[in-house]
């Protein structure tokens, strides 16, 4: 069983940026690849980035890239999204995710364990 607690989200401006933080218990943190997603009122909830559990590797949505970093800190059982340049298409809940597999290709469908989401707001 792994918890995952999000934080960081809020209230900012286009342009402005910030970071997520995810923080997992357990032991095993560094046994899973960690993903970020966000849903936006009335839409589904889409695939933002992904790290792998091995070698770091890192993939992103095309709507991101450039723009968000995913990292891993394997010590702290933390994943971080930093967020630059954002813009009000990123407004949504953006939640945290553990999956058992290897890929930074995170899936709707594969995550194990979900948190409970945080909330970025960017106004225009």
């Known amino acids: 069983q792994v918890q995952l607690v999000e934080s960081g989200g809020g209230l900012v401006q286009a342009g402005d940026s910030l970071r997520l933080s995810c923080a997992a218990s357990g032991r095993t943190f560094s046994r899973y690849a960690m993903g970020w997603f966000r849903q936006a009122p009335g839409k589904e909830r889409e695939f933002v980035a992904g790290?792998?559990?091995?070698?770091?590797?890192?993939y992103y949505a095309d709507s991101v890239k450039g723009r968000f970093t995913i990292s891993r800190d394997n010590a702290k059982g933390t994943v971080y999204l930093q967020m630059n340049s954002l813009k009000p298409e990123d407004t949504a809940v953006y939640y945290c995710?553990?999956?058992?597999?290897?890929?930074?290709?995170?899936?709707?469908?594969?995550?194990?364990?979900w948190g409970q989401g945080t909330q970025v707001t960017v106004s225009s």
């Open positions: 790290i792998s559990r091995s070698d770091g590797s890192t």
């Open positions: 995710a553990a999956t058992i597999y290897m890929s930074a290709r995170v899936t709707t469908s594969s995550v194990a364990y």
